[in-house]
Structures are given as C-alpha cells and as structure tokens.
C-alpha cells in the first residue's frame, strides 16, 4: 500500500488520472489518495510514516531536510509557479499595488516565494512597496481579497474564474515571468527509496503515464476536474485542463537543484539551516531517467 494525499487543484491531474483510471492499479500498486487542508499536514504525515508519498511545495521538503528529515525528491510535477495575481478593478498596474496588502499562504513556503519574486520580477520591492499579510491557504487568501482585506493575492485557475466574476481581474501571469519553480515535487523518506526502489519506479511511471492519459483524454480530464473541485462550470474546468496541460506539467519530470534556488534564498533568511542544505544530495532523477529511457511518456495510455 502507497498512500499519498493531495489537495484539489488541477496540477494534481496526472495522479487523480492515476488513481481514478486504473493506471495504479495496471502498474502492479495499491495507491490511497487521501485529502489534506495544506502541505504542512502532508508532510507531518509523511515524517510520521503515515503516508509514503509527498506531492507538494518543494519548499516544504527543504524545511524538512533543514530539520534533520532525510527525504529524497525523486521527481518534479510542476517545475513553475502556476499562479495569476488577482487584484480588485482599481489596480490597473503593478504601480498601483504601492502601500496596499496582498495575501500569502505563510512566510517560507512556494506561495510567498513566488509572491516576493513576481513582484520584484514586475519592479517592486516586496519589503518596502507592500505589505504581506500570512492568511492561510487558497480559500482564505481569496476570502481575505473579496472581504478587502487586502488587495492582491495568488491564485490558480479555475479558481481564478470565480474571481473574475466577483470583478477581479489578473494583474499579471505569474507563469508568464519565466520562473522556475519546485512545485508538486514528489518527496519520500529515504529509507524508504532504498527498501521499495521498485514500487518508486513503478510509481513515477504511473505519474507520467498519468498525464499521458490527461494530454490524450480531455473529456476524462475535465470530468475528474469537476468531481475534484465539486463544479459544474464547464468553461473554467476547460481553463483549468488548458491552464495544466500547456506548459505547466511536466512531460518528464526531472527534479534540478536550480528548481529549489529561490527557495534556498529565501527561506534561509528566517530559516539558516536551510542554506547547509545540499539540495543536489535530496535529489534522484533516476526514476524519471528510466522512464524516459523506456519511453513511458510516449507510450499510448488504454
């Protein structure tokens, strides 16, 4: 038995396709997909050996490895920041962001790294030009930005779309920037790697196999978007498969050190240890060698 937990956002496709549509199971493995409120809780579990698979923030893994965890990145799902920065009708330019709040997830993890480096990449200084305010998760951050809490803050699509239709709109795409980015990283204890090296394979195979699957099965993908996010919206679930499946995704996901740079940077300022973390000893890209060797995300999916 793997047991992984996730949350519902599109970049999860490749594993609820996985798990939904019998490529676990093909694969020869047992997978549990559980639901978690955030990426803390995740990996509390996983340190616990709760559960064997962490899909989340790279940033989240370094702050464990930081703490003494051995964890191993054995692949990289998202290697960008898939947010848009959505902002009321009145901010028109980044300029008009100056003095205002904008809301982040808490201070360290992959939403206030991406925050920082979308607005310095825009020209602002994320310690001057703004104030960051720690809300908590999605459904918070976009309640703090309805309620006028604050005036900004990152989002994904589809959840964007309800934005938009309460008269927000998105300052800038965050993607657009060109920044890379440990997002969905697959993270296990090491120990673990080393004893079940099969299981792992077959596990990122079934991942990549996975988005295969998504790529050649829009209908089957936007179902799953539905079910998952509880919507009946067919527009925004087709953003959501569109927003997922053109660029965001990784084809082969390799995990790389300079996937993990920023968050080093940043989060060694509230945190030193991080900065003695040796990111390319957390990191094995040969799972994803493999498959690329056997070809898995080229082979049609049934």
């Known amino acids: 038995m793997i047991t992984v937990y996730t949350t519902p956002a599109s970049l999860f496709l490749p594993l609820w396709m996985a798990d939904e549509h019998g490529i676990f199971a093909r694969n020869g493995l047992n997978v549990e997909v559980r639901l978690v409120s955030n990426s803390s809780a995740a990996m509390a579990s996983l340190l616990s050996n709760e559960v064997q698979v962490f899909q989340a923030g790279g940033s989240d893994i370094l702050a464990a490895v930081a703490g003494g965890a051995d964890l191993v990145a054995v692949a990289t799902m998202a290697p960008v920041y898939p947010y848009k920065l959505m902002v009321p009708a009145d901010i028109k330019t980044p300029a008009d962001l100056k003095g205002k709040k904008v809301a982040i997830a808490g201070v360290g993890d992959v939403n206030y790294i991406a925050m920082r480096l979308s607005l310095q990449k825009v020209g602002l200084d994320p310690d001057k030009d703004v104030t960051m305010v720690p809300v908590g998760g999605t459904p918070q951050r976009a309640a703090a930005l309805v309620g006028g809490a604050v005036q900004g803050e990152l989002d994904s699509v589809p959840n964007t779309v309800a934005l938009e239709e309460k ?70 679930m087709q953003l959501a498969y569109d927003f997922a499946t053109h660029g965001t995704i990784a084809d082969l996901p390799y995990p790389r050190a300079d996937q993990f740079a920023d968050s080093v940077t940043y989060m060694a300022k509230t945190n030193p240890a991080v900065a003695k973390v040796d990111v390319a ?22």
């Open 281 to 302: 000893s957390i990191l094995d890209d040969s799972f994803v060698k493999s498959a690329e060797a056997r070809k898995v995300n080229l082979q049609p999916v049934p």
């Open 167 to 236: 008269g927000f709109h998105s300052l800038f795409d965050v993607y657009s920037l060109g920044l890379v980015s440990a997002n969905q990283v697959l993270g296990l204890k090491r120990d673990y790697v080393n004893s079940h090296r099969d299981a792992v394979q077959r596990y990122v195979d079934s991942m990549i196999e996975g988005f295969t699957k998504v790529k050649e099965d829009e209908p089957a993908s936007i179902a799953l978007l539905k079910e998952h996010y509880k919507s009946d919206d067919t527009h925004a």
